[in-house]
């Protein structure tokens, strides 16, 4: 992980995998601010920041880090 953001290498999938969910429920938790995405590179992938799922992972037991 970068120290600022986290990037999506080809899909969503590694983000999906990483916190144990379909893409529909991270497209959710998206729409809903539970996971924020803050811009997009020139390749049109989302980035986050890795403290944020981090965070997240924390609150949910899961976290992997």
Known sequence: WNSK???LTGSRE???ELLGVSQRT???YREKGIIRY???NENGKNL???SEIRDFL???GKEKV
């Open 58 to 60: 924390r609150q949910k």
């Open 5 to 7: 953001c986290m990037t």
């Open 26 to 28: 991270l497209a959710r």
């Open 38 to 40: 803050y811009c997009m």
């Open 48 to 50: 986050y920041l890795a």
């Open 14 to 16: 590694s983000l999906t």
